[in-house]
């Protein structure tokens, strides 16, 4: 089915470590996001992607970086993990920055750092 | 400023009676859209519904159905007879220009 693929779908790091979350969609869209889901939050937009060969911050991007690597795939990089990050991470795609339609989301990266 | 207030956090409700959940926004805009997100157990999120800030009309779909009142700046779901298949986290959201702005979510639990 189409859609967004995130993975891996858990993970655990020790602090300090790097890890990658991978996201990939089929349907052709321009824009993609990550997104961090924390109790008491609601979600929070972490990086964004206008169109391929674009990336900008959102509400909190400190301690990650990303990378927009073609059309499809948008990349989640935390290049030393701390616990703080502890996390569940969602990648959404729509069909551009100011589409009316919501976002496709991934099924989500639940994160530990310990 | 853009924001979405879920003020119920958790509700619990008894299998077959119907709940509304909550959703006040605010924003300066004139167009903008809302969104309404499920996100079961199994932590997806699925998409619900869209409305744009020209339509009011109410919509129904099923046993779901959501009030959009710009009077009052809210748009609130309600579901009819509920179900344990109901059981899960809603978000509401409010699109405007290029955000996505999301509310804490409303955590429902249908007891059998």
């Known amino acids: 089915n189409a859609g967004v693929t995130q993975t891996p779908k858990f993970q655990v790091l020790k602090t300090g470590q790097s890890m990658t979350l991978q996201c990939a969609q089929d349907?052709?869209?321009?824009?993609m996001y990550w997104y961090r889901q924390d109790p008491g939050m609601g979600l929070r937009l972490i990086y964004y992607?206008?169109?391929?060969?674009?990336?900008d911050k959102g509400e909190v991007p400190n301690g990650y970086n990303v990378s927009r690597l073609n059309k499809r795939e948008f990349s989640l990089r935390l290049e030393s993990a701390a616990p703080s990050q502890t996390s569940v991470y969602f990648c959404a795609s729509s069909v551009h920055l100011t589409s009316s339609s919501g976002y496709t989301f991934g099924s989500g990266t639940r994160l530990t750092v310990v | 400023a853009q924001k979405v207030t879920q003020a119920q956090t958790e509700i619990s409700v008894v299998e077959k009676e119907d709940v509304t959940l909550d959703c006040v926004y605010e924003t300066r805009d004139t167009t903008y859209y809302l969104f309404w997100y499920k996100q079961p157990p199994s932590g997806e999120l699925v998409f619900l519904i869209r409305r744009n800030s020209f339509d009011e009309q109410n919509e129904i779909s099923g046993r779901y159905s959501w009030n959009f009142q710009k009077s009052t700046s809210s748009f609130n779901f309600t579901i009819t007879a509920s179900q344990v298949v109901d059981s899960a986290v809603y978000f509401c959201?409010?699109?405007?220009?290029?955000?996505?702005?999301f509310g804490t979510g409303t955590s429902l639990t249908v007891i059998p």
């Open positions: 959201a409010l699109k405007s220009g290029n955000q996505f702005y």
């Open positions: 992607s206008a169109s391929e060969g674009t990336t």
């Open positions: 349907m052709n869209h321009n824009s």
